[in-house]
């Protein structure tokens, strides 16, 4: 695992380029995209870059994280149109080349055909992730199994509390979401995580110090052989 301490700006960057560089030396890649503020600055650095005509997304394939359940596709929180209004809207990408898994479901049954579509898709090339203050990956809460593949997930209350400032009140916020499971994640060829931030300093802690355990969700990244960690100073500052 390698860690990254960079301006927010210089993450941005770096982390752009590296999705250019992967799109530009294999145009149908499988990209794994996340939702959150941490990823936006990247996401405008890649319009940036395909109206500059220094990249071109048409044949790229991409898998969301998560959704949350009970949100329809157009409603402004869900994860399906924040990824239209914040990348898919602005660059070449075919739309049924994109896929956010399905937050309108009653019972896990038949999530699994998520991670079925991501292995017959060639498995993901470049993901990114933020993190939850928590330490939650995508929705995998601490207490999620490792060997989870995509489920129904229940929300911690720091999760809904965390999330509720894009609500109107928190009550707003649904409990429940489907997200790829850690298994599912780790899955992936190649992962960069971006965490920014003071509130993000206990779960950065968790994520690189201490035992590897379900308790700490993000933890199992150590298990992987391509991870790059880029935080801030702030979320840095609690490893001594
Ligand atoms: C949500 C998402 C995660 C994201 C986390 C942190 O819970 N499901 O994928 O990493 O929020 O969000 P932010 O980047 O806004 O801090």
Redesign the pocket.
């Known amino acids: 695992m390698r860690v990254k301490i960079q301006t927010k700006e210089k993450m941005n960057e770096e982390i752009a380029q590296l999705f250019i560089d992967t799109v530009n030396e294999n145009p149908n890649c499988v990209l794994g995209l996340?939702?959150?503020?941490?990823p936006l600055g990247v996401y405008s650095k890649l319009i940036e870059a395909y109206n500059d005509g220094k990249v071109s997304f048409k044949d790229v394939r991409t898998f969301n994280?998560?959704e949350y359940v009970g949100l329809s596709e157009d409603h402004e929180q869900s994860y399906r149109y924040f990824m239209n209004h914040n990348l898919f809207d602005h660059i070449d990408i075919a739309k049924e080349n994109t896929h956010v898994p399905c937050g309108n479901v009653e019972s896990e049954e038949g999530l699994d055909s998520y991670d079925n579509l991501i292995d017959e898709a060639g498995g993901i090339d470049l993901q990114i992730?933020?993190?939850?203050s928590d330490g939650?990956?995508?929705?995998n809460e601490p207490g999620t199994s490792f060997d989870s593949l995509t489920h129904i997930a229940e929300l911690a209350q720091s999760?809904i509390n965390?999330?509720s400032r894009f609500f109107e009140s928190i009550d707003q916020v649904p409990t429940k979401a489907v997200t790829m499971g850690l298994a599912s994640i780790m899955k992936a060829k190649k992962i960069v995580l971006i965490a920014t931030g003071e509130s993000k300093a206990d779960a950065v802690k968790g994520l690189l110090m201490g035992l590897i355990t379900e308790k700490v969700p993000c933890s199992i990244l150590r298990k992987h052989p391509d991870v790059t960690i880029y935080v801030d100073r702030d979320a840095y500052s609690k490893i001594k």
């Open positions: 996340a939702t959150g503020s941490s994280l998560d992730l933020g993190i939850g939650h990956i995508a929705f999760t965390d999330n």
